[in-house]
T-cell receptor
Framework: DGGITQSPKYLFRKEGQNVTLSCEQN?????MYWYRQDPGQGLRLIYY???????QKGDIAEGYSVSREKKESFPLTVTSAQKNPTAFYLC?????????????FGPGTRLTVT | AQSVTQLGSHVSVSEGALVLLRCNYS??????LFWYVQYPNQGLQLLLK??????LVKGINGFEAEFKKSETSFHLTKPSAHMSDAAEYFC????????????FGSGTRLSIRP
């Protein structure tokens, strides 16, 4: 089955710790994305990547970092610089950025920082 | 620049009633339009998309949407609501530019009354 996997489903961390969220896809898609979702708000784009070894900041990149060393993997690190990291994080992929290409989403990781 | 507005953050209908979720877009070029559904604590799933073929687009789970250029709208409908339709629905827009990302609306939460 092709799709996107995110792990873990739930993640708990203490304030001041960096944490890395995993995202893997086996759809052979070039583009990958990270979104943050807060209650009552839509999706906010954190970072996206059009090809391996290249990525661009989205609307709320401060306090986050990413890497794209392999086509199928796009991990997100939430650093201690992120002021309010508790949220639901969604990873997605698409054939290309933009155009008629829909995004496919993973099941999400709910991060709680205390 | 594209944008999308979803009218009504919360819509409640009775089981068996018509579902109508409203979406208006803004785009300087012909758009591609999408509707996604999100069940609690899950990722988003594509319901349907418009890519400039037929203006009436049929999707999964009995949903359909009609592209109306004159009204810059892409409203989502379903003739008869089921309890299983209770979820969050997102409208999204992109355009032909490869550098253009999908822009998501803020979402509409659909509740179904027994």
């Amino acid at each position: 089955d092709g799709g996107i996997t995110q792990s873990p489903k739930y993640l708990f961390r203490k304030e001041g710790q960096n944490v890395t969220l995993s995202c893997e896809q086996n759809l052979n898609h070039d583009a990958m994305y990270w979104y943050r979702q807060d209650p009552g708000q839509g999706l906010r784009l954190i970072y996206y990547s059009q090809i391996v070894n290249d990525f661009q900041k989205g609307d709320i990149a401060e306090g986050y970092s990413v890497s794209r060393e392999k086509k199928e993997s796009f991990p997100l690190t939430v650093t201690s610089a992120q002021k309010n990291p508790t949220a639901f994080y969604l990873c997605a992929s698409s054939i290309e950025v933009g155009g008629p290409y829909e995004q496919y989403f993973g099941p999400g990781t709910r991060l709680t920082v205390t | 620049a594209q944008s999308v507005t979803q009218l009504g953050s919360h819509v409640s209908v009775s089981e068996g009633a018509l579902v109508l979720l409203r979406c208006n877009y803004s785009s300087s070029v012909p758009p591609y339009l999408f509707w996604y559904v999100q069940y609690p604590n899950q990722g988003l799933q594509l319901l349907l998309k418009y890519t400039s073929a037929a203006t009436l687009v049929k999707g999964i789970n009995g949903f359909e949407a009609e592209f109306k250029k004159s009204e810059t709208s892409f409203h989502l409908t379903k003739p008869s609501a089921h309890m299983s339709d209770a979820a969050e629905y997102f409208c999204a827009v992109s355009d032909y530019s490869s550098a253009s990302k999908i822009i998501f609306g803020s979402g509409t939460r659909l509740s179904i009354r027994p």
